[in-house]
């Protein structure tokens, strides 16, 4: 099984700063990586696809990159509704979740 | 717009059985992949099942092979996910995820059916 590894955990954060997540893969899958956002009480959202296409409607403050087994989600400058726990995903053989990064108000 | 409405999640006893249904609407249910992913209280997300629209192809997560199986009704509009032999590590909230097999991510999301595993 394909093993998805977020970093960090927690991440404190203030309105405005760049805010980057990594998610390491336990072997290559190539660009099979999307990322989404869940909010409290509601389901994951897609972000990105394909490890760096923006999702339909996604504001363009959110970027995706990486290869391989490395890939990292960036917010360009973090905004009130960014504040969420974010979820890397691969599908090179079958489906799995990273654990999960939570981006608090610092 | 698409929409994914579950249903059927509730409170059961170690090894009983629950059938899980998922309403779409919004989009051609027929030509479209589906899944069914899991969170459990508190915790990250897991998927469990896959169907395919063009052939009825079906996935299962090792944790739950042998125990569920994932169908689909075209002409209803709905997934469905038979649950067996149900554990308490399969307490979570469930959700249908209209499932993109070109890109392999999940588009769109229901709001999840809760279930509990419990005596």
């Known amino acids: 099984d394909i093993q998805m590894t977020q970093s960090p955990s927690t991440l404190s954060a203030s309105v405005g700063d760049r805010v980057t997540i990594t998610c390491r893969a336990s072997?290559?899958?190539?660009?099979?990586l999307a990322w989404y956002q869940q909010k409290p009480g509601t389901a994951p959202k897609l972000l990105i696809y394909?490890?760096?296409t923006l999702e339909s409607g996604v504001p363009s403050r959110f970027r995706g990159s990486g290869f391989g087994t490395d890939f990292t989600l960036t917010i360009s400058s973090l905004q009130p509704d960014d504040f969420a726990t974010y979820y890397c995903?691969?599908?090179?053989?079958?489906?799995?979740f990273g654990q999960g990064t939570k981006v608090e108000i610092k | 717009e698409v929409q994914l409405l579950e249903s059927g999640g509730d409170l059961v006893q170690p090894g009983g059985s629950l059938r899980l249904s998922c309403a779409a609407s919004?989009?051609?249910?027929?030509?479209?992949?589906m899944s069914w992913v899991r969170q459990a209280p508190g915790k990250g997300l897991e998927w469990v099942s896959g169907?395919?629209?063009?052939?009825?192809?079906?996935y299962y997560a090792d944790s739950v092979k042998g125990r569920f199986t994932i169908s689909r009704d075209n002409s209803k509009n709905m997934l469905h996910l038979q649950m067996n032999a149900v554990r308490a590590e399969d307490t979570a909230l469930y959700y249908c995820?209209?499932?993109?097999?070109?890109?392999?991510?999940?588009?769109?999301w229901g709001q999840g059916t809760l279930v509990t595993v419990s005596s």
């Open positions: 072997q290559s899958i190539s660009s099979w």
């Open positions: 169907i395919r629209g063009s052939d009825d192809n079906t």
């Open positions: 995820a209209k499932w993109r097999y070109s890109s392999g991510d999940f588009d769109c």
């Open positions: 919004g989009f051609t249910f027929s030509s479209y992949d």
């Open positions: 995903q691969q599908y090179n053989t079958y489906w799995t």
């Open positions: 394909e490890a760096s």
